[in-house]
């Protein structure tokens, strides 16, 4: 009886050990939470500070430039002012008081515009445009979005579609507005699984879905129902209609890409990959297909679907997103380790394949995921969304940053993103992409609408 009552003993103090030390992490985990904050805030006053001084020094300079005498600064900056005693300048040392003049007038005329408008970080400037008037398209689905597509042709004279499908196994299409970015529900299709990508046919009158119960469907939009097209053995990551081989290409976690005539329930063509398929792009007679052993597959589409040439990226972690060049010479995939690799295919530009950073912080010590990249149709740029909530806008020819925006809900990874058929608009998806675990999940799940301005896609020089 006493042994009963030691061992019984012994596994109260075991339970309460164990408690006692889920709440001191808890603690830890809060008090950790509470000094980065207090860390940002501090060096969002800093910054403010230096922008304080910055501004006030240029209108000192400004004042004092009209006047003809040395452009020492006035002693509130620290800096002793000129002896009123002194003897006059030469022509001389007025020239050069002059030039010093220009010189601390641009110099502090440059630092004003960079800490106020952007954030340099290496070679690149980011633009710290928030899009706080970025429109929330109404009726978002309850879990994570996980594509979104806009529609390849226009609605109406003044509207276009927008289709989504997400985690909550759901697809729905909206009717967009072009110059309000309004959004107006029009349908729903509720799957039995979760929706992981969608395309439209070429016309806009139905669209297809790949879900994860390792089917492919075709939803009609005039008669509201929806058809199975094809099945694999595995769920279905990717699909992509192929407009002028009137066929629909699927790529799933079984390792194979499979091509399917909507007349028939057999694939017309089935290719096996080396590993899972994580992502898929196509454009025109032009696709990339990119698995989980890093690895793209680049396949010709002009007529039989043929693989030509398989690369293995530069990048040392799991591949996230790929998208096909506009040029149909190489393609851009972006990773879990905030990099993107710019790859050519054509044997005249494959010397100029590289990658960069993107989606850091804290002097690269913070990695981010690359989730999506989308090319505007018709500057040809491209994007990088990433699970840091910043959308960020690039030129690959200059290999230059052109700008970005953040997701005005802060903190919220960026799943996905979609340019409209005429680059006026960008859709992109807001929520959970568990890069960074449970700890740092978010119960936010948003669609937003973009208005496209030219200093968004187009470098000024161009």
């Not at 996230?320 to 710019?342: H, L, M, N, Q, S």
Request: hydrophobic share 30%; with cysteine.
């Amino acid at each position: 009886m006493d042994a009963r009552l030691i061992r019984s003993w012994k596994v109260e103090q075991e339970e309460e050990q164990e408690e006692q030390e889920v709440e001191q992490e808890e603690e830890q985990e809060e008090q950790e939470v509470e000094q980065e904050e207090q860390e940002v805030e501090q060096e969002e006053q800093e910054v403010e500070q230096e922008e304080q001084v910055l501004v006030k020094a240029v209108n000192v300079i400004l004042r004092s430039g009209t006047r003809r005498r040395s452009c020492m600064l006035p002693a509130e900056f620290g800096i002793e002012r000129e002896d009123a005693s002194a003897q006059p300048h030469s022509c001389k040392q007025t020239r050069r008081s002059c030039s010093c003049f220009m010189n601390i007038y641009i110099t502090a005329l440059l630092l004003v515009l960079c800490h106020s408008n952007h954030q340099c970080e290496g070679n690149n400037i980011r633009m710290n445009t928030a899009s706080r008037s970025d429109t929330q398209v109404v009726s978002s689905p309850s879990d994570t979005t996980q594509s979104v597509r806009f529609s390849p042709v226009p609605y109406s004279d003044t509207t276009m579609l927008l289709l989504a499908g997400s985690w909550d196994c759901s697809a729905r299409v909206w009717e967009i507005d072009r110059s309000s970015a309004t959004s107006k529900p029009i349908s729903t299709q509720q799957m039995d699984a979760p929706v992981l990508d969608l395309d439209f046919r070429h016309d806009g009158t139905a669209s297809f879905l790949a879900c994860a119960d390792n089917i492919a469907k075709i939803w009609d939009f005039s008669s509201n129902s929806t058809t199975i097209v094809g099945k694999h053995d595995a769920p279905i990551k990717s699909c992509n209609w192929i407009p002028h081989l009137s066929v629909l290409m699927t790529g799933s976690w079984d390792g194979t890409v499979r091509f399917w005539d909507l007349r028939s329930p057999s694939p017309a063509k089935v290719l096996k990959l080396s590993e899972r398929v994580y992502s898929a792009d196509v454009y025109e007679n032009f696709a990339c297909i990119a698995t989980a052993d890093r690895q793209v597959h680049s396949i010709n589409l002009t007529n039989e679907p043929t693989i030509f040439e398989t690369h293995e990226t530069t990048l040392k972690m799991q591949t996230r997103c790929v998208r096909c060049f506009p040029a149909k010479d190489g393609f851009a995939a972006g990773t879990i380790e905030g990099r993107c690799a710019i790859v050519y295919t054509s044997q005249e530009r494959k010397s100029q394949t590289f990658s960069f950073k993107c989606h850091r912080s804290n002097g690269n010590k913070t990695i981010y995921s690359v989730n999506s990249i989308s090319f505007h149709p018709i500057f040809k740029t491209f994007l990088t969304a990433g699970s840091d909530g910043i959308i960020q806008f690039w030129d690959k020819e200059s290999k230059q940053r052109i700008t970005s925006i953040s997701c005005p809900s802060k903190g919220t990874a960026i799943i996905n993103t979609d340019f409209s058929h005429d680059g006026s608009l960008l859709a992109y998806s807001a929520g959970n992409d568990w890069s960074h675990g449970q700890k740092k999940s978010t119960s936010t799940n948003a669609i937003f609408i973009h208005s496209v301005n030219m200093k968004d896609v187009k470098l000024s020089q161009h």
